[in-house]
């Protein structure tokens, strides 16, 4: 069975960076696209990122464009969220997640509906302080 571990959360104030990590127990971890999505208290899970196969193709929500960076590494089964200029409205618990279907290692595609996400880790909190 697939694990996931996400990692990095922690308090921050507002404007400052963290980096989290997803640990990957998967034999074909190269074939999944991979996600992120983070949840407030009283509030659905959100697609916050995305990332292909490839690591070509990566998505991002309007809400972190621009201030979010998503990447992985096939050879370390390793998937890190880059997140810099912290807002408090960021604050929620994060959450890697792996695509439900294997695609082919070279795809540019990943998708960005929390429902094409079928394994998550057990998240990680964030909080952003004002």
């Known amino acids: 069975q697939v694990q996931l571990v996400e990692s990095g959360g922690g308090l921050v104030q507002a404007g400052g960076s963290l980096r989290l990590s997803c640990a990957v127990s998967?034999?074909?971890?190269?074939?999944?696209?991979m996600g992120w999505f983070r949840q407030a208290p009283g509030k659905e899970r959100e697609f916050v990122a995305s990332i292909s196969t490839s690591g070509r193709g990566t998505y991002y929500a309007d809400s972190v464009k621009g201030r979010f960076t998503i990447s992985r590494d096939n050879a370390k089964n390793t998937m890190t969220l880059e997140m810099n200029s912290l807002k408090p409205e960021d604050t929620a618990a994060y959450y890697c997640?792996?695509?439900?279907?294997?695609?082919?290692?070279?795809?540019?595609?990943?998708?960005?509906?929390?429902?094409?996400?079928?394994?998550w880790g057990q998240g990680t909190q964030v909080t952003v302080s004002s």
């Open positions: 997640a792996r695509d439900r279907i294997s695609r082919d290692s070279n795809s540019d595609y990943a998708p960005t509906f929390r429902n094409y996400y079928d394994n």
């Open positions: 998967d034999r074909t971890f190269s074939n999944y696209a």
